[in-house]
């Protein structure tokens, strides 16, 4: 189905983190949502909207300590405004044409005004995503339904030369997406471990602890961020491993957040952990090690004899679409599939996976979270590592974000009664629901990208103009 893009609607809205999220060189304390609405017409003429949210996230996209938070945010509205002025001047095309057919030439817009590929690469995703939303709704489809049906035209294009005799559509067609899945808990860099931890209770009914977290949601997978400063990793490793060992059973990740100069700072710290008695269980638990070192040198130097000891995967050096193809040559057996880097590109890595497995390899994707608020940035996430067939994703928003905190009352509960499997009803509002560390997924297979409700714009403001270049 081909069709153009007509109109864009760009909001946002603050919200609070109840508790203080540490990761990489930031502690996020507060945020905002972009909400992205954009309108279609296809061939037939038939019209319609769809929608895609994500967070502003600063220090995420771009780690530059020169950059202010404020900036980082300026910087990713302005990577949607120059996807939406090339996307509503582009005519009629595919979902996937539109991505791919214009895809070069944000990049470009967006370096010439200084944003990085992972800058530019937000814009494109949240305008794929709301452009994916229209045309299933349009056709009446679920997400699952509409791509196993290729529905919106992935195919073998130039910029993507190494997948040039893949067969996309074959490999659409054999998707099993999963109706269940685990919700792998993070646990930041100033989390409290047990209640000692903790000067004051936010008491909100929420657990605080990796002790109550693990109580309460019983979870069997595990984040775990580290610092790059080994003996204060060690003795926080220790410690989180006091509180996991008591499971009967669990997994665990670890993510550096280019936290480590180089791969050898890296496995310094593999070393040591491999040395400590004390995490014996935990590192024999590991599966893998996410984006250890910094991007400006983690695709410029060999990961080989950290990789031996664990699969390393690539996150912030996903920036380019070849990435992954360059990461390969250098040890990474894997690398993240993040929904605010784009349904495409996920599916794009997938399709590696695929073909460099048939050949005997062992790649893979895991599924990461940028703090994916309740509602339609949850659930188009969901949906997207669902369709991957994933068994664990990341999940950190309903941690660090009371449900659907800063949202009108109405808005949540349509959300639960939409979504009864995947919301709780409780005494302080509608909440992501786990069930031994389990996510149900069965509702999100309505019309539309993971969601039929949509968000009370009205509750919203305008997005501003972006002060990029500042």
Excluded at 138 to 151: I, V
Excluded at 235 to 244: E, F, M, N, P, S
Excluded at 369 to 377: H, I, M, W, Y
Aim: charged share 20%; with cysteine; hydrophobic share 45%.
């Amino acid at each position: 189905m081909r069709f153009a893009v007509t109109a864009i609607e760009r909001r946002e809205w603050p919200f609070a983190l109840r508790l203080p999220f540490r990761f990489g060189v930031i502690t996020v304390r507060d945020g905002i949502q972009a909400v992205l609405r954009l309108h279609i017409r296809d061939e037939q003429g038939r019209e319609g909207w769809g929608v895609a949210a994500e967070t502003l996230a600063a220090k995420w996209f771009d780690k530059d300590p020169s950059v202010s938070d404020a900036a980082n945010q300026h910087q990713l509205r302005r990577s949607l405004e120059l996807a939406g002025e090339a996307a509503l001047a582009a005519g009629m095309n595919t979902a996937f044409g539109h991505f791919a057919d214009q895809y070069p030439a944000h990049v470009a817009a967006c370096a010439a005004e200084g944003l990085n590929p992972l800058v530019a690469g937000f814009g494109r995703a949240l305008l794929d995503r709301a452009a994916l939303d229209a045309l299933l709704k349009l056709a009446g489809l679920s997400f699952f339904a509409g791509m196993k049906a290729n529905l919106g035209g992935m195919a073998p294009h130039p910029l993507v030369p190494d997948l040039v005799g893949f067969d996309v559509a074959a490999m659409l067609a054999r998707l099993r997406p999963a109706r269940r899945i685990h919700a792998r808990h993070t646990v930041g860099l100033v989390d409290p471990i047990t209640e000692a931890d903790q000067a004051e209770r936010i008491g909100d009914g929420l657990p605080e602890t990796l002790e109550e977290v693990a109580a309460t949601y019983r979870h069997g997978y595990w984040k775990l961020k580290v610092s790059g400063d080994i003996p204060a990793d060690l003795d926080r490793l220790c410690r989180i491993a006091g509180v996991l060992d008591r499971l009967h059973g669990y997994h665990a990740t670890l993510d550096g957040n280019e936290q480590f100069a180089d791969a050898e700072g890296a496995f310094a710290l593999w070393q040591a952990m491999a040395a400590e008695p004390r995490l014996q269980r935990l590192a024999a638990s590991i599966l893998y090690i996410e984006q250890p070192v910094a991007r400006a040198r983690a695709l410029a130097t060999d990961i080989g004899a950290l990789a031996t000891a664990r699969p390393v995967i690539i996150d912030e050096s996903d920036g380019t679409l070849d990435a992954f193809v360059t990461a390969r040559g250098l040890g990474y057996a894997g690398i993240s599939s993040k929904s605010c880097k784009g349904i495409w590109r996920s599916l794009i890595n997938l399709a590696r996976c695929r073909a460099w497995n048939a050949e005997g390899g062992a790649y893979f994707l895991s599924g990461e979270d940028l703090t994916c608020l309740a509602g339609v940035s949850l659930q188009q996430d969901l949906a997207l590592v669902a369709l991957l067939g994933l068994t664990h994703v990341e999940r950190n928003g309903h941690h660090f974000i009371a449900g659907f905190a800063g949202r009108p009352k109405a808005e949540a509960v349509r959300f639960l009664e939409a979504h009864p499997d995947l919301y709780a009803d409780t005494p302080r509002g509608p909440r992501l629901l786990i069930r031994e560390g389990v996510l149900d997924l069965g509702s999100l297979a309505v019309p539309g990208l993971g969601a039929t409700e949509e968000p009370d714009y009205a509750a919203m403001a305008e997005m501003p103009k972006a002060a990029w270049p500042g």
